[in-house]
């Protein structure tokens, strides 16, 4: 190809102009800083540059130093023990002779004195310890013989006092204890009479003598009923009491019999006596009818005897072949039977 017209000879001749660098470091920012101009970029000549141009072309940064190596560790020295200060060892002796140094006194001089002080010690005298003593022995006899009588009295086997027990065919709600017999004894049961027990409620009478002796209140009385009657009333089962209902109080008997038969011939043979026999317990109204009746009462049959008023006076009759039962009037007999077909053991 031919030259071209336009380009000089010396042109051609030249080397090729390098390119320009620039390079920006916190070196010429700062400078540029201080000097109030705007930061920017620096030309870089050709012949090298500073640290900063080896950084840019990639120069290689020396390898960082290995760290120090750590000395061993060495444990601290063991404490020196503190010297001990021996204390002076002190004796009887030594200190003896110091006494003797300081006070300037001899061996002689302090023996005499302690024999001295020998001499002037008081004798400790005993006989005034002698009541004190004589007491104290004498509070420990007396609580010793305090404990054996209370051992005494707490060990041995207290008596026993025997109750008797007192039976009833039906339940009663109260019991009274009466004395005596024949009129003595009617006379105790007229005075219960006379303070009765509560409205609706029954008081079995009994004694003691007749209960430990087997017999009964009934015998006790001593009627002159027949004896085909008596010989067959047995004390086990019967009772003497009082009943009172709202038309008042009244004496009744249960009695335990052997025999139907022969107890009810008594009784039929007894019925023209009997008002008078029982008038201090069951007294006449007025003139009595002279015969007892048949009757029925509470669906059991009775012998009733009452007054021309139609009152009654004397109601007998049986609840079963085993028990007789003698009231006041029809109120008091169906009480008991009531009572009887409720409670068939004894109370």
Request: glycine share 10%; proline share 11%.
């Given at each position: ?7 000089p000879?010396?042109a ?23 000097e ?43 404490p ?60 420990i ?27 009833a ?7 009274e ?7 003595t ?11 009765p ?71 039929l ?49 049986y ?29």
């Open positions: 190809m031919p030259p071209s017209p336009n380009r000879e010396s051609k001749d030249a080397p090729p102009e390098e390119p320009k660098r620039f390079i920006r470091t916190l070196e010429s920012d700062a400078a540029a800083l201080q109030g101009s705007r930061p920017g970029f620096t030309q870089v000549d050709g012949q090298g540059g500073g640290a900063s141009q080896r950084i840019v072309e990639g120069s290689v940064l020396p390898p960082p130093l290995p760290p120090p190596k750590s000395a061993p560790y060495a444990p601290p020295p063991p020196t023990p503190a010297s001990r200060v021996e204390a002076p060892l002190h004796t009887y002796t030594s200190d003896f002779s110091e006494r003797l140094k300081e006070e300037k006194a001899s061996t002689a001089t302090v023996l005499a004195a302690e024999g001295d002080i020998g001499l002037r010690r008081p004798r400790r005298s005993f006989a005034l310890n002698v009541p004190l003593i004589a007491g104290g022995i004498l509070l006899i007396l609580g010793a013989g305090g404990a054996y009588a209370t051992y005494r009295s707490v060990s041995l086997p207290q008596p026993v006092t025997m109750v008797p027990v007192i039976a065919p039906i339940f009663v709600n109260e019991r204890e009466v004395s005596g017999g024949g009129t004894l009617a006379g105790a049961l007229v005075i219960s009479l006379q303070n027990p509560g409205a609706g409620s029954i008081r079995l009478l009994y004694t003691l003598v007749a209960t430990s002796t087997g017999n009964d209140v009934f015998h006790a009385l001593q009627f002159p009923a027949p004896g085909s009657l008596l010989r067959n009333i047995s004390a086990e089962g019967s009772m003497a009491g009082i009943v009172a209902l709202e038309g008042g109080a009244s004496p009744f008997f249960i009695l335990k019999v052997s025999s139907y038969g022969d107890t009810f011939a008594g009784m043979a007894w019925e023209p006596r009997m008002s008078a026999d029982l008038a201090i317990l069951f007294p006449p109204q007025g003139t009595t009818t002279p015969a007892f009746v048949d009757e029925v009462i509470a669906n059991h049959d009775a012998r009733a005897l009452r007054s021309p008023g139609g009152r009654s006076v004397v109601v007998y009759g609840w079963d072949p085993t028990l007789l039962i003698i009231a006041r009037d029809e109120n008091a007999y169906t009480e008991i039977l009531r009572r009887l077909s409720t409670s068939r053991t004894v109370h």
